[in-house]
């Protein structure tokens, strides 16, 4: 299996910028869509981005898009969530996952039961 390590979470005035790092460690994940899911208090897990195995295809649910980019870099085992232009409504906890059910495929999955890897997550906070 692997292990998934975020940070770069902390609190940020609405209007900033945080850039999330989520490190993978006993396995590579260079073959595997990776994403991102966030989760405020008293909700439910939602999808934030996903990319491919190639990082060549991205998704990003509609409160996010033009302001969150998702990447990657294989050599690095790691993924990134470059997040600007915050709002008080993305305040949650931002978790990284590994799709390990497929290889190579073209297209991330979306939804938190196509994940099961799972890191611990990163508090991000955006003050108004």
């Known amino acids: 299996q692997v292990q998934l390590v975020e940070s770069g979470g902390g609190l940020v005035q609405a209007g900033g910028s945080l850039r999330l790092s989520c490190a993978a460690s006993g396995r590579t994940v260079s073959k595997y869509a990776m994403g991102w899911f966030r989760q405020a208090p008293g909700k439910e897990r939602d999808f934030v981005a996903a990319?491919?195995?190639?990082?060549?295809?991205?998704y990003y649910a509609d409160s996010v898009k033009g302001r969150f980019t998702i990447s990657r870099d294989n050599a690095k085992n790691s993924v990134y969530l470059q997040m600007n232009s915050l709002k008080p409504e993305d305040t949650a906890v931002y978790y990284c996952?590994?799709?390990?059910?497929?290889?190579?495929?073209?297209?991330?999955?979306?939804?938190?039961?196509?994940?099961?890897?799972w890191g611990q997550g990163t508090q991000v906070t955006v003050s108004s």
């Open positions: 996952a590994a799709d390990l059910s497929h290889t190579y495929r073209s297209n991330p999955p979306i939804a938190t039961t196509d994940y099961y890897s």
């Open positions: 990319i491919s195995w190639t990082g060549g295809t991205t």
